[in-house]
């Protein structure tokens, strides 16, 4: 399985960005789909993931701000990315997870920063 990010950037604080990651390969293995990020000095943490039935959850610090969906159809999960702040600075990493757990897929990572 391959994953492939877009749509990181340079916004101001309150803006917006739209993360999008489609994978290829072995697709119908995949189960869950998510994000990651990792700041500067700091651990890589899980952001928000979706199952392929829809079930979504989210890092504490994003809920009402960030918004994850997915098109099972292009294999293609989302991470729309509202009311941005500079602490939402990261390199955001797409992560997928087969059905029974036992494999794990990273993409490359795509940088988002928020300006002051």
């Known amino acids: 399985v391959q994953l492939v990010e877009s749509g990181g950037g340079l916004v101001q604080t309150g803006g917006s960005l739209r993360l999008s990651c489609a994978a290829s390969?072995?697709?119908?293995?995949?189960?869950?789909m998510g994000w990651y990020r990792q700041a500067p000095g700091k651990e890589r943490e899980l952001v928000a993931t979706?199952?392929?039935?829809?079930?979504?959850t989210y890092l504490d610090s994003v809920k009402g701000r960030f918004t994850i969906s997915r098109d099972n159809a292009k294999v293609t999960v989302y991470l729309q990315l509202n009311s941005l702040k500079p602490e939402d600075t990261a390199v955001y990493y797409c992560?997928?997870?087969?059905?029974?757990?036992?494999?794990?897929?990273w993409g490359r990572g795509t940088q988002v920063t928020i300006s002051s």
């Open positions: 992560n997928a997870v087969n059905y029974w757990g036992s494999m794990e897929y």
């Open positions: 390969g072995a697709i119908f293995t995949i189960n869950a």
């Open positions: 979706i199952t392929r039935s829809g079930t979504a």
